[in-house]
Nanobody, 126 residues
Framework: QVQLVESGGGLVQAGGSLRLSCTISVRTFGTYTMAWFRQALGREREFVAAINWNAGNTDYADSVKGRFTISRDNAKNTGYLQMNSLKPEDTAVYYC???????????????????WGQGTQVTVSS
């Protein structure tokens, strides 16, 4: 059973920073792509960032490029999303996801990911 657990969400003022963490329980260390998605109230879930198994490839949504950084520590089976210069429009529930079938890909589509965390709320006040 693969499980993902996010942490690190909260309330922050515009311009502030937060770091999200996602720990995955999986038999083999590191052999998966990890991604972050978010879903704002009343909107569809959208891609934020992805990192492949060896951190050789990363991908970001245009809306977060230059502000967010995705990283991972395979020894800890944990991924991170460092979010800087936060804006009110970044307010959403943030989900981490894992793709074990194609760990070399930084897929941006929701259907590419088989395992999801429960989500963590990020609220940015203006």
């Amino acid at each position: 059973q693969v499980q993902l657990v996010e942490s690190g969400g909260g309330l922050v003022q515009a311009g502030g920073s937060l770091r999200l963490s996602c720990t995955i329980s999986v038999r083999t260390f590191g052999t998966y792509t990890m991604a972050w998605f978010r879903q704002a109230l009343g909107r569809e879930r959208e891609f934020v960032a992805a990192i492949n198994w060896n951190a050789g490839n990363t991908d970001y949504a245009d809306s977060v490029k230059g502000r967010f950084t995705i990283s991972r520590d395979n020894a800890k089976n944990t991924g991170y999303l460092q979010m800087n210069s936060l804006k009110p429009e970044d307010t959403a529930v943030y989900y981490c996801a894992a793709n074990l079938r194609q760990p070399w890909r930084t897929a941006t589509a929701i259907y590419a990911y088989d395992y999801w965390g429960q989500g963590t709320q990020v609220t940015v006040s203006s």
